[in-house]
């Protein structure tokens, strides 16, 4: 759940001059730019910052291999690279120009999830309890009463 804040979109990480991390929040792929999902760091290098460390590497690998696969047999092309920093451009003319934002909550990345046939091959017997068990994790997140919470509306009435 922790994880996803770091993929938040808004006005500290579109703002060039924040100091914000610089973390991905974008389907993309280009230049050796810490804003790209996926960069080229020099020749035959690239680096996937999509995984979280909390992640099952195992599973992720085995959805990561899957899909690689399926691009290379079905032949996709993946678009032209994205240049330069993408929070230069701001969020309109970053969706006008179609890159999709990757999921900002892990239920959202679940109902993806679920659309997805390739990922769910890749887990296999398990897809179903890791659906439950994630779901689970986000149930019980959201029934948590946080510091922010009590700060923030303790005085309010």
Not at 29 to 44: A, E, F, S
Not at 85 to 100: K, V, Y
Not at 144 to 152: A, G, N, R, Y
Request: hydrophobic share 40%; with cysteine; proline share 6%.
């Amino acid at each position: 759940v922790n994880c996803y804040k770091r993929l938040q979109v808004g006005p500290a990480l579109i703002d060039p001059k924040s100091e914000f991390l610089w973390t991905h929040a974008f389907v993309s792929y280009g230049d050796n730019n810490r804003t790209q999902m996926i960069r080229t760091v020099g020749p035959g290098h690239l680096e996937d910052r999509t995984m979280s460390s909390a992640c099952n590497p195992y599973l992720a690998l085995s959805a990561y291999i899957m899909a690689g696969l399926d691009g290379i047999r079905r032949e996709l092309d993946p678009g032209e690279p994205n240049w330069g920093n993408l929070f230069d451009l701001g969020l309109p003319e970053i969706r006008r120009r179609g890159i999709r934002l990757l999921p900002q909550t892990l239920v959202e990345s679940l109902a993806e999830l679920k659309e997805d046939q390739l990922v769910q091959e890749s887990l296999g017997v398990i897809y179903n309890e890791f659906m439950e068990l994630k779901l689970g994790e986000w149930r019980e997140f959201h029934r948590q009463v946080t510091p922010w919470e009590i700060q923030q509306y303790l005085t309010l009435f």
